[in-house]
C-alpha cells in the first residue's frame, strides 16, 4: 500500500515537475513565455482587486514571480513526493495564487471560446488544489506511531 501511495505521489507531482521544468528551460534573460503571459493578465487581476477591494497590488518584475514560482513548484513537488505536508502546502499556495490570475475567465463573456478554455483550465486547478487539501486532511487524521513503552524487565536472582 505504501508504494501504490508513492507511485500516486510522483504522478500526481509529475505534473508540477514538468511544469517548473519547462518553464525553467525557456526562462531567458526577460522570465520567458511564462512572464510574457502572466504581465498582462497580472496587471488586469490587479486592478481587477483594486477595483473591488481598494487594496493596491505593488508593482514587481515578473521574472521575479516566475523564478519564484518555479521554485515553489519544485520545492513543493519534491517535498510532496516524499510524503511531506509542507510540500503540499507550498503547492496549496502556489495554486492559490496563480491559478485566478493565469486562468481569468471572469473577464471573458460566457458565451466566448477563450471563457470555456479558461473555465475548464480553472476548474482542473480546481480539482490539483481539492487533491492537495485532501492530502493534507489525511495527513493529519492519521494517528501517528507511538513508542512503545518498554516495561522494565524483574531482576531474577
Given at each position: 500500500?505504501?508504494?501504490?501511495?508513492?507511485?500516486?505521489?510522483?504522478?500526481?507531482?509529475?505534473?508540477?515537475?514538468?511544469?517548473?521544468?519547462?518553464?525553467?528551460?525557456?526562462?531567458?534573460?526577460?522570465?520567458?513565455?511564462?512572464?510574457?503571459?502572466?504581465?498582462?493578465?497580472?496587471?488586469?487581476?490587479?486592478?481587477?482587486?483594486?477595483?473591488?477591494?481598494?487594496?493596491?497590488?505593488?508593482?514587481?518584475?515578473?521574472?521575479?514571480?516566475?523564478?519564484?514560482?518555479?521554485?515553489?513548484?519544485?520545492?513543493?513537488?519534491?517535498?510532496?513526493?516524499?510524503?511531506?505536508?509542507i510540500g503540499a502546502y507550498l503547492l496549496l499556495l502556489h495554486q492559490l495564487i496563480v491559478t485566478p490570475i493565469?486562468?481569468?475567465?471572469?473577464?471573458?463573456?460566457?458565451?466566448?471560446?477563450?471563457?470555456?478554455?479558461?473555465?475548464?483550465?480553472?476548474?482542473?486547478?480546481?480539482?490539483?488544489?481539492?487533491?492537495?487539501?485532501?492530502?493534507?486532511?489525511?495527513?493529519?487524521?492519521?494517528?501517528?506511531?507511538?513508542?512503545?513503552?518498554?516495561?522494565?524487565?524483574?531482576?531474577?536472582?
Amino acid at each position: 500500500m505504501a508504494f501504490i501511495s508513492f507511485v500516486g505521489r510522483v504522478l500526481f507531482a509529475s505534473v508540477f515537475i514538468l511544469s517548473a521544468w519547462q518553464e525553467f528551460n525557456e526562462f531567458g534573460s526577460d522570465g520567458g513565455p511564462a512572464a510574457n503571459l502572466l504581465a498582462p493578465k497580472f496587471l488586469s487581476f490587479s486592478k481587477h482587486v483594486s477595483s473591488h477591494t481598494g487594496f493596491q497590488v505593488p508593482h514587481f518584475e515578473m521574472k521575479y514571480a516566475i523564478a519564484a514560482a518555479i521554485s515553489v513548484k519544485a520545492a513543493g513537488s519534491l517535498l510532496f513526493i516524499f510524503g511531506s505536508s509542507i510540500g503540499a502546502y507550498l503547492l496549496l499556495l502556489h495554486q492559490l495564487i496563480v491559478t485566478p490570475i493565469v486562468y481569468d475567465f471572469y473577464n471573458y463573456d460566457a458565451d466566448t471560446k477563450e471563457f470555456n478554455l479558461h473555465f475548464a483550465k480553472f476548474a482542473q486547478n480546481l480539482a490539483l488544489f481539492g487533491a492537495l487539501l485532501f492530502f493534507i486532511g489525511m495527513k493529519n487524521s492519521i494517528p501517528r506511531r507511538q513508542l512503545k513503552k518498554r516495561s522494565p524487565k524483574s531482576k531474577t536472582s
